[in-house]
């Protein structure tokens, strides 16, 4: 920390470093590591507009809590889906500028990565042609 950073406490308890009035970083919940605010995601209703959880300990405890209600969370999804059949059709319309951008950026950023699945993809369904035969 440097002269003008203040460790402080909100009421909730919830520790953070201040830099000239602003929130620059605060505590996880989760791991208990002080972190920048980019390491969380966005929550209006928590200290700076960010979760309480860290993105990699969200991450652990969605993954782990998708584990322990796999069956239960898939019994929704599908009841979900079945109520609202063209959702996800509606959801592409209404989106399909922004889906486009963030699937080209990926692309971009991970070439290799696509190119490589692509192949895979392609010989995968050579494969299947030939088994037909």
Do not use: W
Not at 4 to 13: A, C, I, S, Y
Not at 15 to 38: A, D, F, P, V
Not at 65 to 83: A, P
């Amino acid at each position: 920390m440097t002269s003008n950073q203040v460790l402080k406490r909100n009421r909730t308890g919830t520790e953070y470093i201040e830099s000239n009035g602003e929130i620059i970083s605060k505590r996880c919940t989760g791991c208990g590591e002080m972190k920048k605010l980019s390491n969380f995601t966005k929550a209006n209703k928590y200290l700076a507009g960010k979760s309480n959880k860290c993105k990699e300990c969200r991450s652990s405890y969605t993954r782990n809590r998708y584990q322990k209600n796999k069956d239960n969370i898939k019994k929704q999804s599908k009841k979900f889906h079945e109520k609202n059949p063209d959702y996800n059709k509606e959801y592409y319309e209404k989106n399909k500028e922004r889906i486009l951008e963030r699937r080209k950026k990926y692309e971009e950023e991970n070439r290799e990565r696509v190119l490589k699945s692509k192949r895979e993809y392609a010989r995968r369904k050579r494969e299947e042609k030939l088994s037909f035969l």
